[in-house]
């Protein structure tokens, strides 16, 4: 039997889409994929949406799809792993905790932390997420961003007060 007989029109589409978000790194937005795949907007939007909430591919600050998380997490590591040396000779020579990480959809996500060699220390552990007004790494990222971003993301996830 061919393999025409074995595919499921449905998987074949998200595979079209998931090669248009790996190709277009910096995003495309949902009229694009709408043209390149030939599918009505409404079903790009579906399957966009699917694997945004599965965290596949995540919207930037322009509205534009681009890949998410869960399909760059291996190089992510990588990444992390290849500037351990660097973050360790940061925290030596500040004597501070240091911290790696990311905007994640709306929270900071660490990617490494390196901890202080303080005998009291407060630091997240990698993996984490924060809301991005609570944190200095997510005040960092949000200095860089447009407004309009961070304004975004504020109406998304609050400002709720976490110290006393």
Request: contains cysteine; proline residues 3%; aromatic residues 4%.
């Amino acid at each position: 039997m061919s393999e025409a007989n074995y595919s499921i029109r449905s998987v074949q589409r998200v595979c079209d889409i998931l090669d248009l978000v790996q190709a277009n790194p910096d995003g495309l937005s949902l009229m694009a994929f709408a043209q390149a795949t030939e599918l009505p907007k409404s079903s790009v939007f579906r399957y966009l949406a699917t694997l945004e909430g599965r965290g596949y591919v995540e919207r930037n600050a322009d509205g534009d799809y681009r890949i998410g998380l869960a399909l760059s997490g291996d190089r992510i590591d990588t990444v992390a792993r290849r500037l351990l040396p660097q973050l360790m000779h940061l925290r030596d020579t500040l004597g501070e905790t240091v911290n790696l990480g990311l905007l994640d959809g709306t929270r900071v996500a660490y990617l490494e932390i390196v901890e202080s060699r303080a005998s009291i220390r407060n630091a997240p552990r990698a993996g984490e997420r924060e809301v991005i007004h609570a944190t200095a790494l997510g005040k960092v990222l949000a200095a860089q961003m447009p407004e309009s971003a961070v304004e975004s993301i504020l109406q998304q996830e609050g400002m709720a007060r976490l110290t006393e």
